[in-house]
Structures are given as C-alpha cells and as structure tokens.
C-alpha cells in the first residue's frame, strides 16, 4: 500500500511539473497579480468623513474662509496693492496651532526656486521673444511684498513665510467650530504674461500705450486644511495649480475711471461704474437669450483707449460661496452679455474683450460661455451662480465666474476656421472649470486630472452641442494612442502628481477624459455612465473629492465594478493591443446520438464543399492579447451575403488568461470577415493584427494605392 | 502683415500652456517590407506646427484645410522634408521618394519610400523636422525591420541616430 502511494506521488508529481527538468527545484509562489483584483489594498480605508459608497459621510467637515478686501490698481507702474481680512472658520473636529496661507506670487520672486529645478540646455538659436522671456535684461522684482499681518486690533501676528506659503503663528490653538480673524497687507508688480508667461498679468499694447489686466493669486489665501493631507505642504512650483476652500468674498476694487472690469460675485453698485446707456443695454441683455448684447461698443471702447482717466472708480462686489478670486479690467474692453436659461433660472454670459480680439469674441466667445453653461448643467447640476465672464486674457486659464482665454483674428478681422474652433474650444474648456474643479472642488496641487481630466471629457460633449462636427481633436481614442504607444520611459500612470508627469497635456487632460469616453461609450453605456457621473458631481459639489470619492461612485452609482479599469488606465502605463491569432472552421455531422465536428481546412474563411448542408457555421476564434491593459474584445463579423453583425465580450474574459483567449461564434451565414474595434473605441495600439483574414496591405500601402488610383 | 502673424503665433503658442498643453513631438515610423524591398516611412507632425514652420521659411500662407489651401503645398512639404531628412541604410546615403500627405484631426501624416534595399543591417537617420523653430522638438524614430524593433528620439542636441541590428 505504502509503495502504491508512494508511486502515485511521484507520478503526480511528473504530471504536475509537466516532466521538466527542474524537477528538484522547489516552485515559489506569487502575490495575486490578477488584473481584476480589487482596488482595496491602494485605496484609503473608508471612513466616516469619507464612505465606501464615494459619498461624503456623517462626519464630514469643511474649513471656511471668508475675505473682506480693498484692492487698488496701479495703472502708470502695474502694481497692486491689497489689504484683506481673513476670517476663518475651524469647522474641523482638529484644535490647530497654526494657519497656513497660499503666497503664490512669490512663484515670481527673485528668490523663487522655480527655475532652480528645471534643466536646461544651450540652443543652437532661439526666436527673439523667446530669448527675452529666457535671458531677460533685468530681473523682474516678482513676489509678494507683505507689509503687515496684524491681529484685528492692530496688534502684530507672529507669522514665518517659507516661498510660496506662510505660517500664521496663533496666539492661542484655534479650537473646533472657533473662528479667527486676521489682517494682511501687501503689494506686487504684476507681470507681464505675454513675455514672462503665468496664469495671470497685464499684456501691453504699444500701439495706444494701453494694458489689459488679467488679474488672479492677487491676494494672501488660506490653504486647504483636511482630513486627507492635513495642511496642504506643497509649494506652488508653477504648474500644479490650487487647493483652495470656499467662503464669501466682499471686495472692493480701485482702478482708473475709465475702465471696463469684470470679477467674481455680484457687482453691488453698477449704477456708480456703468453710464446711463451701459445701464439700459445691460436691462436689455438680461432679457435677451438669442444673441449677445453689447453694453460697452468697440466705437466707445477705441475712444476710451485715446486717452487716460486721471480718476478712479471703486467697484464693489459680493460673492458667496466660491473658492476663489479673480478679476479683469482695461480701457480698452467691449462687453458684451446674453441670458442663458438653466432650468428657469437666469444666468448671464459675458465676454470681455479689446477690439484686437474683435469679430473673433463678439461672433462666438458669449454664445460660448452659454453652451458651456448649458451642457453642463444638462450633465452635473444647474450652475449654482449668477454669470460667468470669457476674458480676452490671451492664455487659457480659470477662476470661478471668470476665465481667461486665447484666440484673435487676423490685423483685417478674418480668422480661420482652425483660429475659430481652438478659440470656442478654450473657452469651453475654461468656462467648464467652474464646475470642476470652482465648484467639485478636487485638489489640484495633488490630482491634476481630477479637474482637467473630466473637464477635457464634459468639454467634448459641450463641443458636439455647440457645434455636431466640432473638430475634436483631444479625447477621442484614436488620438490617445500617438501618446500611448510612445517611449514608456516619459510616460506617467495619470494617478501621478502634475509636477512630476512628462506630456502634462496628454497625461492629465487627453488620457482620462479619453478614459471617460470609453467608459461612456463603450464599457458602461450612456445612461449608466451619466448618472453615475452625475450622481458623483452632485455628491460633491462644493466638497472636496479625492480620486477614491470618484472611483468608488462611478462603481456605487453604475452597480458596474470598474476596478479592473481604474487599475489600468490610471495607475499604470499600459495600453490596448488586441489581435486575432488564428480562426479555425467546423461543421457538424450526427454519428448516432453524437454529433461530430470536423475542421474545414479550406484555406481563408470560406467553407468547402465537404460542408453538411444542414450544419450551422462554427468558427473557433483565438484572440491574443499583447497590450496590457484588459478591454472588452468588440468583434466585427461580415457576412458573405453582405450583413454584419457586432459582439462585445467583456472585459471580464480576460480574467483567467491574460494572453489570449479561444471563443466559439457559430452561425447560420458564412463569415467573409472578421474585424477588431473596427470604430477604434479602445485605443488599439496596433490594428494591423485586428482583422481575419489578415491584411496583405498595410496602412503605407493603403494609402500609396489611394494615391496612384 | 504676415510677419506680424508669425510673431503672435510664435509668441502665443507656448505660452497657451495652461489648457491646450501644447507639446512637441513627431513621430516617424519606419518600415522595412521585405516583400517589396522597400523601406515604407510614415511621419505624423502637428498641423499647426509644421504650418507655421513652412509658412515662415518659405514665406507662403498654407492655410491647410481650408477653402484657401494653398493648391501646391506638396511641392513645399517635399522640399522642406528634402531638406530636413536625411537617411544612410547600411552606412550609404539613401533618397526618398514622397508619396504624399494625408490629414488627421490635429495631424499631418506624411508617407516617404526608399525603393530597392534588399536588406537592413543598420539605418542612420537625422531629423530635425520642426526643430528651428519649436526648440523643444522631440522627433521620435522608430524602426521595425520584420519582427525586431528599435527606437530613438531624437532632439535638437542629438539631431541624429544609428539603429543598428
């Protein structure tokens, strides 16, 4: 018996290492590498501040700051000059020692170490404007000069500024639900945007010695305080842009008399700031929905532009529950403004823009903003503020009501369709920002994508609203897969910090909104994925949402477990390469009560004439897999009698082998083709083995023969 | 008027930075087909790149897919390629021929042919397509020769490679 066992042993044992040779080594195991494992091991654990559903729980808490601010424009020497007091609220459980404050202009100063890390080389040669923006001849006196922080009483407040943030050393630990004021005042040199870059600025124009100020990070702003990171304890470097938290804003803005300017919140005198005329244009707009209004003309701009007020005009504003400030103000501006009906309120878009950016702005920077508006709303929730303003800023850059955005006609007022489109799409994308990340308000110091990955996605369809041939050219899945398959060494899984990722574009806006739009389009369908997406911008409107929050909804609200996909799109590299490997051919023939299948060998696809009449078409079709990502194989099939027909296998049948997989199609017609993402959904990295027969010509050849004819 | 053009793209294109992302990369795929001896090149470039480029060093106005398309862009891009690209196949100095261009959203895809090659052992390429002008240019190369592949990119400091089998 004994030597029975033994013999059965070591016959499993033969079987079990497949009669190799290495016999004598011991096997070693393997952690779970299946690529549909859960996300539990590198998500946080949920908590009651934030739940396994992706919601927000029981216990979650909010800081709140408000601002009250006089700030002045110094129009002969581009300076402002501020003064503020911060009143924030401890809504936290957490008793804090001390305060943290945003000085982002100090990204500017002289002794920013901004241009420390960055490398650089000697050109060959460089365009002039480039090498006066490289070399300057003097060194911008950038950065914030703080000249008080003072209690409310007048009283000095200990503080300690390291680069761009500023310790407020309190005089006694804040306690939960206490508040604490504070004064801070300061100036700076506003830089010039257009030849030192930046995400805000004046730009000049020398023809009528006239600036244009775009003007944001204009003031001293409190850092986010959360259960997530605790204090934010990253710098502003340049790129990864804020983390900031909501509040209510009163503002008083100083700027000469004779200026057009638009900022957040509500104007509270317009009738001290706007004329008679501007009035009365601007009563109309409010009732107009079809077309902009122009309330300042380019007739009564370019007269303004003639000469300079020696006056100044104080507007005053209010703004509720926003998580920032910006604002934009020049002689040389035209508004325009039209109504945009949301679900039977009333908001208002407006453009503002010098008469270098006119017919361009007035043609379609407000029919913009309104589309924006609308599509939005239509898939996230109805914009919760009264107006939102495209700025002529020449860059591309957001704030809450107010953006500034790129884009002008030719000097004779024509503009090409390209000028057009990429000017409509930026100012789509920017407007967009309200919603994400103004109002989701994710952190994007942290998860640029958070924001510019599903504002590039909503952008799309906003794009397709305003215009159904809108040129896209960032989102769809074809134009993802030039990135994709590119060198593996300057590519960045998207859950990676902005600061550190190659092809910031491509990895933070172009690959997750593409990701969205496969989720949509092709893995979970449009009425899963929109109310999922939905469900996930109304959770956390006015919150602030992690990556976890929106994975863990998308998958709560869908009942469509998407780990599998969170894993490989974002946090690795790996791409979409589907193939057919081989197709084999059967038909069937009874044998008493058993029914064979014999291979037609007949070579391609068609059958041959051995064929039983009455047997179906049974195909054996593998399908290998060299892309490392996990995607549903979408098979084409075309008829010989010239139909076709679509089958999506999920993703899921990848689960047991991730190298290739052999399925069964059997048929009543006989196949004449058989073809992978023929509609290019999934990114395919390689399609030259995406189709059966294989293709004698390649995409080269292809085209040369398009060419000869 | 058309210099003042150039300057506003030039100035504003880089720095669109904050939502368009600009960056600069092309890529040249090449082929070698064994069936036809040939050698079977296709580069993809932004549009509004190599527009601008052209614009500038032949003093022209391509307006590329609009209604006013300059009609004999080709002979323009098959002189700037001439000029910009050079091959050596087994260390001897190899012309192409330009098949032509096609369109793609945001890119330009051009198709080159080097005829009559029986076999590859290495391949020398200098690219500096787009590199005068956009400083930052990143010429991607890669090379597939039957199964094998290789690949190099290329920038305005190493304008040139050898892939070598």
Redesign the interface.
Known sequence: MKKFSLLLFSLFLMITTGFSQENNITKQGHTNQNKFRQLKQDLPTPNSQRTASGAPGVNYTQQKVDYRMDIVLDDEKQRISGSETIIYHNNSKDELAYLWVQLDQNMRAKDSKTPDISSGKIRKSLSKSRFNRSYPKEEFDGGFYVTGVTNTDGSKLSHTINQTMMRINLPKPLASGETFSFNVKWWYNINNHRTQGGRSGFEHFPKDNNNNYVIAQFYPRMCVYDNVEGWQNDQFWGRSEFALEFGDFEVNITVPADHMLGATGVLQNEKEVLSKTELRRLKKARKTYDNPVVIRTQKEAIELEKTKSNETKTWKFKATNVRDYAFATSRKFIWDAMAVDINGKNVMAYSLYSKEANPLYGDHSTRAVAQTLKTYSKYTFDYPYHKAISVDGQMGMEYPQICFNPGRPNPDGTYSDRTKYRMIKVTIHEVGHNFFPMIVNSDERQWTWMDEGLNSYMEMLAELDYDPNFPITRGYPKNIVRYMSGDQSKIAPIMSKGDNVYSFGNNAYGKPATALWILRETIMGKELFDHAFKTYSQRWMFKHPTPADFFRTMEDASGVDLDWFWRGWFYTTDVTDIGIKDVKKFYTKENGDRVNFIEDTTPGLSFGEEKTKDSKYHYEITYNKPGGLVMPIIVHFNYTDGTSERKVYPAQIWRYNDKEVTKVFSSSKEISKITIDPYQETADVDTSNNSWPKPTKNKFEKFKQKVKG | ?KL??F??L???L??????????Y?S?TDI?Y?SE?KSV?I?I?VF??DIEMALNKDYNIDL?L??KKELKNNDEYFQKYLDKKLHFKINNIPKTFTY??K?YD???VFF?L?IPNIKSINDLEIENTILM??F?DQQN?IKLKVGKKHK?I?LT??TDKGLLKF
């Open positions: 008027m003042s053009k300057w506003l030039l100035v504003v880089p720095l669109f930075a904050f939502s368009t992302h600009k960056y990369l890529l082929n087909r036809s079977q296709i993809n549009m509004d307006q897919t609009t098949v032509g096609e959203g945001d890119l198709y042919e005068h002008h400083p991607l690949s990119l305005a400091k």
